[in-house]
């Protein structure tokens, strides 16, 4: 088999396909934060994206893309998070039939809203099922297609237009930080920073517990790990893609890590001082530019945040610990 990667035309493309389905989101700024790092920190907030997170621009470009008898046949994945609710919306938008394939214990307000998207939600067992072999079986016996949540050129193409809107909205930055899970984002982001920032250093930020993209860069080669326990649920990835590893080698400048308390110190940070909720997830790239785990002083710094869907007693629990 052979990986076409995307490039950042395939960015640019998903942009057109994009249109007005997706929000154009704001770029918010803080002057406090500004004078606690002495720099100039620019939001990106796709907290505020359709479905609450990036994920509907990668899911909506991958779905457009379908051929007429693929739109026609459905289309398949497996999630419980951001990327079920981003490809039953898509598929709702664009009138194609979606089925997600979740486990049964996953949150019910999750589920609800799949469900609420006109989504079939089919369930399994985590403990004695896979969820692959799951939706590799529907392919097979239905003709649906796969999209998968990160290793897939227009996931990757899509995901990169919240970073190229960003730079278009703010003009060129020193340092750019983006949340890391299977590398989507991350990739996407690299490809429109690459084009129209070219001088930008890139981070990608994952839980340090979960340090597999870390590894993976620093030893030049895909790292798989078991799912680590980290409150940044949306980067619990087990290892990085056959797409999304290349363009991260090539571009990136380096893989961080922050903790569960510095992303709990982010959170509340943009809810006190900024009134938003970001998922903890959405705070890695955040976390690493608060805690300067790069010199930040004296730049222009880009923080990806990319999404707010979490779970408000959960939530709660976050705010008051410490
Ligand atoms: C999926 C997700 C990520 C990680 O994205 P990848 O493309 O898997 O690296 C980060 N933040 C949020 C909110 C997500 O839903």
């Given at each position: 088999?052979?990986?076409?990667?995307?490039?950042?035309?395939?960015?640019?493309?998903?942009?057109?396909?994009?249109?007005?389905?997706?929000?154009?989101?704001?770029?918010?700024?803080?002057?406090?934060?500004?004078?606690?790092?002495?720099?100039?920190?620019?939001?990106?907030?796709?907290?505020?994206?359709?479905?609450?997170?990036?994920?509907?621009?990668?899911?909506?470009?991958?779905?457009?893309?379908?051929?007429?008898?693929?739109?026609?046949?459905?289309?398949?994945?497996?999630?419980?998070?951001?990327?079920?609710?981003?490809?039953?919306?898509?598929?709702?938008?664009?009138?194609?039939?979606?089925?997600?394939?979740?486990?049964?214990?996953?949150?019910?307000?999750?589920?609800?809203?799949?469900?609420?998207?006109?989504?079939?939600?089919?369930?399994?067992?985590?403990?004695?099922?896979?969820?692959?072999?799951?939706?590799?079986?529907?392919?097979?016996?239905?003709?649906?297609?796969?999209?998968?949540?990160?290793?897939?050129?227009?996931?990757?193409?899509?995901?990169?237009?919240?970073?190229?809107?960003?730079?278009?909205?703010?003009?060129?930055?020193?340092?750019?930080?983006?949340?890391?899970?299977?590398?989507?984002?991350?990739?996407?982001?690299?490809?429109?920073?690459?084009?129209?920032?070219?001088?930008?250093?890139?981070?990608?930020?994952?839980?340090?517990?979960?340090?597999?993209?870390?590894?993976?860069?620093?030893?030049?080669?895909?790292?798989?790990?078991?799912?680590?326990?980290?409150?940044?649920?949306?980067?619990?990835?087990?290892?990085?893609?056959?797409?999304?590893?290349?363009?991260?080698?090539?571009?990136?400048?380096?893989?961080?890590?922050v903790?569960?308390?510095q992303l709990?110190?982010a959170?509340?940070?943009?809810?006190?001082?900024?009134?938003?909720?970001?998922?903890?997830?959405?705070c890695?790239?955040?976390a690493?530019?608060?805690?300067?785990?790069?010199?930040?002083?004296?730049?222009?710094?880009?923080?990806?945040?990319?999404?707010?869907?979490?779970?408000?007693?959960?939530?709660?629990?976050?705010?008051?610990?410490?």
């Open positions: 088999m052979t990986l076409r990667l995307p490039i950042y035309d395939d960015v640019v493309d998903a942009s057109t396909a994009l249109g007005v389905a997706a929000y154009r989101t704001p770029v918010l700024t803080s002057q406090t934060m500004n004078a606690r790092l002495d720099a100039q920190v620019f939001f990106k907030c796709e907290n505020f994206q359709r479905i609450g997170a990036f994920k509907f621009r990668g899911g909506y470009n991958a779905v457009s893309k379908l051929s007429a008898a693929q739109r026609k046949a459905g289309v398949v994945t497996f999630s419980s998070g951001n990327h079920a609710q981003a490809i039953a919306l898509a598929c709702q938008l664009l009138d194609v039939a979606a089925t997600i394939v979740m486990p049964h214990d996953a949150p019910a307000a999750k589920k609800a809203a799949t469900v609420g998207y006109g989504a079939r939600v089919i369930s399994y067992h985590r403990q004695t099922e896979d969820r692959e072999q799951i939706a590799r079986a529907l392919v097979e016996e239905q003709g649906l297609t796969l999209i998968p949540p990160f290793d897939h050129a227009d996931v990757i193409a899509g995901q990169g237009t919240a970073v190229k809107e960003l730079l278009e909205d703010v003009g060129g930055l020193d340092l750019l930080f983006v949340p890391l899970g299977g590398g989507g984002l991350l990739s996407g982001s690299l490809l429109s920073a690459n084009a129209l920032s070219p001088e930008c250093a890139v981070y990608g930020v994952e839980p340090q517990a979960g340090n597999d993209g870390q590894q993976s860069f620093r030893t030049g080669a895909v790292v798989h790990i078991t799912p680590p326990h980290s409150i940044a649920d949306g980067a619990l990835t087990s290892a990085l893609g056959q797409l999304t590893f290349p363009i991260i080698k090539q571009y990136a400048r380096d893989i961080l890590t903790s569960d308390g709990i110190d959170m509340r940070f943009f809810a006190e001082r900024m009134k938003m909720v970001v998922e903890p997830t959405g890695l790239g955040a690493a530019a608060f805690n300067e785990l790069v010199p930040v002083k004296g730049k222009r710094v880009g923080i990806l945040l990319s999404g707010g869907n979490v779970d408000l007693s959960a939530y709660a629990g976050f705010l008051q610990s410490n």
